[in-house]
């Protein structure tokens, strides 16, 4: 089944540039059939979807991020990645990584990562 | 951006009961951009419904997603034990993807 698992550090300082990696097991994402995706949640907080980023590198960002962030994949190692710079204390969160459909209907997330705590302190 | 809002905040309910989740948009939008997603503590959310109504591979049939335009509703028939959690709503009618407050279901 399609696995997905982050990877990264849990404690960013602020002004830093958070950096995460999501490896996905058991889909290839050179097959051009699902957008891989980045959400957040800060802790007590309703989830954030970040971005997503197609097999071709084509991306969309939330607008309330897109200054900070960039979503990158790495097809020859089967991952992507998250990069958000300038981080401050409101980007402490758990991030999620996430499979998406390509078509509008089928845009929900399935599955999802086990997600990855980043705290942004000094 | 569409703003999701969900009710009650919490669901204090007893195993075997029903229960019923509201998810209302700010803006009227296709029933078949909405999903709902259950998340237990530690774990990651978990897709229960999309197209509003679909069940997921693997979710049992006591949960049913109903709704059109602005007002979606999950219900779940008769509680287990393992159903007590938090249930998020989403849209991804819009170019940008958002979710619901989430409603909490405890144990009364």
């Known amino acids: 089944q399609v696995q997905l698992q982050e990877s990264g550090p849990g404690l960013v300082k602020p002004s830093q540039t958070l950096s995460l990696t999501c490896i996905v097991s058991g889909d290839s994402i050179s097959s051009r059939s699902h957008y891989w995706t980045w959400i957040r949640q800060p802790a007590g907080k309703r989830l954030e979807w970040i971005g997503r980023i197609y097999s071709t590198g084509s991306t969309n960002y939330n607008p309330s991020l897109k200054s900070r962030v960039s979503i990158s994949v790495d097809t020859s190692k089967n991952q992507f990645s998250l990069k958000l710079s300038s981080v401050t204390a409101a980007d402490t969160a758990f991030y999620y990584c996430?499979?998406?459909?390509?078509?509008?209907?089928?845009?929900?997330?399935?599955?999802w990562g086990q997600g990855t705590q980043v705290t942004v302190s000094s | 951006e569409i703003v999701l809002t969900q009710s009650p905040g919490t669901l204090s309910l007893s195993p075997g009961e029903r229960a019923t989740l509201s998810c209302r948009a700010s803006?009227?939008?296709?029933?078949?951009?909405l999903a709902w997603y259950q998340q237990k503590p530690g774990q990651a959310p978990r897709l229960l419904i999309y197209g509003a109504s679909s069940r997921a591979t693997g979710i049992p049939d006591r949960f049913s997603g109903s709704g059109s335009g602005t007002d979606f509703t999950l219900t779940i028939s008769r509680l287990e034990p393992e159903d007590f959690a938090v249930y998020y709503c989403?849209?991804?009618?819009?170019?940008?993807?958002?979710f619901g407050g989430g409603t909490k279901v405890e144990i009364k």
């Open positions: 989403q849209q991804y009618g819009d170019s940008v993807l958002t």
């Open positions: 803006q009227s939008f296709s029933s078949i951009y």
């Open positions: 996430a499979r998406s459909g390509l078509f509008p209907e089928d845009n929900y997330f399935d599955p």
